[in-house]
């Protein structure tokens, strides 16, 4: 039997094309494999912390801050030393907590100035809500210490840095190309002992009463179609024509 020339050619080519073939679907299947293997470098999202404030957090806490008030038997309430001293202590109070905690009165009860410490709390109470804290923000509560003194206290905010130093990671290889583990910590650090309130570190302050006066009038102006705009005097007119 004989066989065609070209009848070889065809069958040599496609099995040439079949050997093609598995091999570039095994080069392909070896090529993804190794790209799988190489992603697994721990840089998806929750595996590394690259936000300096998610490594280096700055820790808030709470510590009591306390005035003790020595009232003695007789008085008919705080003298002007004692005043300036709660006054102070209020402001102090006002300013690094800003509302977020109460502000708590322990009485002295069964001694001998338990009525003298009657009228020192009233004059407490007056002083405090003219500050501005509100009646709800004011406990008062009974003291175990009959011959003690008033005492004055309230939970302030402590913000907490994080501590810095870290150099023990190699810079000068980092294949995964992400910032070094103590980049970002000085600056969490210099914050944290920087922030004013660091009640505000974990949300807005309360809100405060608002100054209605000046609203009001402005929109009675507006119901009216007047100007609501204030009136300004010729100093603080901008003259629009040219001087000759």
Same mark, same amino acid.
């Given at each position: 039997?004989?066989?065609?020339?070209?009848?070889?050619?065809?069958?040599?080519?496609?099995?040439?094309?079949?050997?093609?073939?598995?091999?570039i679907?095994?080069?392909?299947?070896?090529?993804?494999?190794?790209c799988?293997?190489?992603?697994?470098?721990?840089?998806?999202?929750?595996?590394?912390?690259?936000?300096?404030?998610?490594?280096?957090?700055? /820790?808030?806490?709470?510590?009591? =801050?306390?005035?003790?008030?020595a #009232?003695? $038997?007789?008085?008919?309430?705080? %003298?002007?030393? +004692?005043?300036?001293?709660?006054?102070?202590?209020?402001?102090?109070?006002?300013?690094?907590?800003?509302?977020?905690?109460?502000?708590?009165?322990s009485?002295?009860?069964?001694?001998?100035?338990?009525?003298?410490?009657?009228?020192?709390?009233?004059?407490?109470?007056?002083? /405090?809500?003219?500050?501005?804290? =509100?009646?709800?923000?004011?406990? #008062?509560? $009974?003291?175990?210490?009959q011959? %003690?003194?008033? +005492?004055?206290?309230?939970?302030?905010?402590?913000?907490?840095?994080?501590?810095?130093?870290?150099?023990?990671?190699?810079?000068?290889?980092?294949?995964?190309?992400?910032?070094h583990?103590?980049?970002?910590?000085?600056?969490?650090?210099?914050?944290?002992?920087?922030?004013?309130?660091?009640?505000?570190l974990?949300?807005?302050?309360?809100?405060?009463?608002?100054?209605?006066?000046?609203?009001?009038?402005t929109?009675?102006?507006?119901?009216?179609?007047?100007?609501?705009?204030?009136?300004?005097?010729?100093?603080?007119?901008?003259?629009?024509?040219?001087?000759?």
């Amino acid at each position: 039997m004989k066989f065609n020339s070209n009848t070889k050619t065809s069958r040599r080519f496609r099995a040439w094309r079949s050997l093609n073939s598995v091999l570039i679907v095994s080069a392909l299947a070896v090529t993804l494999g190794a790209c799988k293997h190489n992603d697994y470098k721990g840089e998806v999202a929750g595996w590394t912390l690259i936000d300096s404030s998610q490594r280096h957090p700055i /820790l808030v806490s709470q510590e009591p =801050q306390t005035l003790d008030v020595a #009232v003695s $038997a007789g008085a008919r309430g705080l %003298g002007s030393r +004692q005043r300036a001293k709660v006054i102070n202590f209020a402001q102090r109070a006002r300013a690094s907590d800003a509302g977020n905690s109460k502000m708590v009165i322990s009485v002295p009860t069964g001694g001998k100035n338990e009525i003298s410490s009657m009228y020192a709390v009233q004059d407490i109470r007056r002083l /405090l809500t003219g500050i501005g804290f =509100q009646q709800s923000s004011i406990s #008062v509560e $009974a003291s175990y210490d009959q011959h %003690g003194p008033i +005492q004055l206290s309230y939970l302030r905010y402590v913000a907490e840095g994080p501590e810095c130093g870290n150099w023990s990671q190699n810079l000068a290889r980092d294949p995964q190309n992400v910032p070094h583990t103590n980049f970002g910590c000085a600056g969490q650090h210099n914050f944290a002992a920087m922030v004013a309130n660091p009640a505000d570190l974990l949300g807005p302050r309360t809100q405060t009463e608002r100054y209605s006066d000046r609203r009001e009038t402005t929109f009675n102006k507006y119901i009216g179609g007047e100007v609501t705009g204030a009136d300004k005097s010729a100093d603080e007119r901008i003259n629009t024509q040219e001087q000759e």
